[in-house]
């Protein structure tokens, strides 16, 4: 099992270009979920889906998109990157909403 | 919303020493989560907590879900360098979707 797998581990971005990050799980998860790490503020919940075809924002969901066609992926689309998504993000899926997330080893952007 | 306060922030100590932590919330959760983030990783579940009351043990780990159902704390025995890291509580309602993550506390372990 390889778990949540996250990718690029690294990206760079101009401020206004789009990109997507992608998120991967092997364990038939229902839920899924994307947070960002900021210094000093943890981590905070951006979207998540409950299942193949549902998803819901979470804090800070403005400026991104999600979509669930499979139970395996969950991708993040940045629609038009600024300079305050620059962060870590992290994917995280559990068996069921309320367990235990596991989480991917993230991706960290920068927009310039 | 929901908030976890975590304390302390960050935490200097020496090897052998032992370390506390905990959150509180001025909110009732159904279950606490304690995670531990090593650099350029995510984070790792250490202990979940599904029960008021409930003390539970992973090795030199122990954390335990208050009474109150507002608080939680982690306790570490016998510091040893590989336990540097983040460590983040985390809590739900049990049947709410969102998880709320505490802002961590850094902890540092000298020889």
């Known amino acids: 099992n390889a778990g949540v797998t996250q990718t690029p581990k690294f990206q760079v971005l101009k401020t206004g270009q789009s990109m997507t990050l992608q998120c991967a799980q092997d364990m038939n998860h229902e839920y899924m979920s994307w947070y960002r790490q900021d210094p000093g503020m943890g981590l905070r919940l951006i979207h998540y889906s409950v299942g193949a075809g549902i998803t819901d924002q979470g804090e800070v969901p403005n400026g991104y998109n999600v979509s669930r066609s499979t139970t395996e992926d969950f991708p993040l689309r940045l629609l038009s990157a600024a300079p305050s998504q620059t962060s870590v993000y992290f994917c995280?899926?559990?068996?069921?909403?309320?367990?235990?997330?596991?989480f991917g080893n993230g991706t960290r952007l920068t927009v310039t | 919303g929901q908030q976890l306060n975590q304390s302390p922030q960050s935490m200097f100590i020496q090897e052998g020493e032992d370390v506390s932590m905990n959150c509180t919330s001025s909110?009732?959760?159904?279950?606490w989560l304690w995670y531990k983030q090593d650099p350029g990783e995510g984070p790792v579940l250490l202990i979940a907590l599904y029960k008021a009351g409930e003390l539970t043990s992973n090795g030199r780990l122990t954390a335990q879900f208050c009474i109150t159902r507002k608080d939680s704390f982690l306790n570490i025995s016998a510091s040893i360098p590989s336990d540097v890291g983040i460590y983040f509580c985390a809590a739900n309602t049990g049947t709410a979707s969102k998880l709320t993550f505490g802002t961590g506390t850094r902890l540092q372990v000298t020889l």
């Open positions: 995280a899926s559990s068996y069921a909403v309320g367990g235990p997330l596991h």
């Open positions: 909110s009732i959760f159904n279950t």
